[in-house]
């Protein structure tokens, strides 16, 4: 059995204010084969399995997370369709 992978940060967002909470925290997982690429072979028929795999579980969270309820589809004709954070 493979234990917990450490915790990286690959990169940290210089608009989140840390004394706000934590940001959205989710893990993404995939289970399978991870075949390297080349300039010669990209693979990108597994690059796109791996892809929907991450997919459907982005979809979820979506579904899911109160914080992107303003991402949630709506009617285009409803005047709170643009969220006010975006209009600038």
Same mark, same amino acid.
Request: overall charge positive; glycine content about 4%.
């Given at each position: 059995?493979?234990?917990?992978?450490?915790?990286? =940060?690959?990169?940290?967002?210089?608009? &989140?204010? *840390?004394?706000?909470?934590?940001? =959205? #925290?989710? $893990?993404?997982? %995939?289970?399978?084969? *991870? *075949?390297?690429?080349?300039?010669?072979?990209? $693979?990108?028929? &597994?690059?796109?399995?791996?892809?929907?795999?991450?997919?459907? #579980? *982005?979809? #979820?969270?979506?579904? =899911? &997370?109160?914080?992107?309820?303003?991402?949630?589809?709506?009617?285009?004709?409803?005047?709170? %369709?643009?969220?006010?954070?975006?209009?600038?």
């Amino acid at each position: 059995m493979i234990g917990r992978p450490e915790r990286i =940060v690959l990169a940290r967002d210089p608009d &989140h204010d *840390l004394t706000e909470g934590p940001a =959205v #925290q989710f $893990r993404l997982t %995939y289970e399978g084969r *991870l *075949l390297g690429a080349s300039r010669t072979n990209p $693979r990108p028929k &597994h690059k796109h399995e791996i892809r929907k795999t991450f997919h459907k #579980q *982005l979809k #979820q969270l979506f579904k =899911v &997370h109160p914080a992107f309820e303003i991402y949630r589809f709506r009617d285009i004709n409803d005047p709170e %369709y643009y969220h006010s954070d975006f209009i600038k």
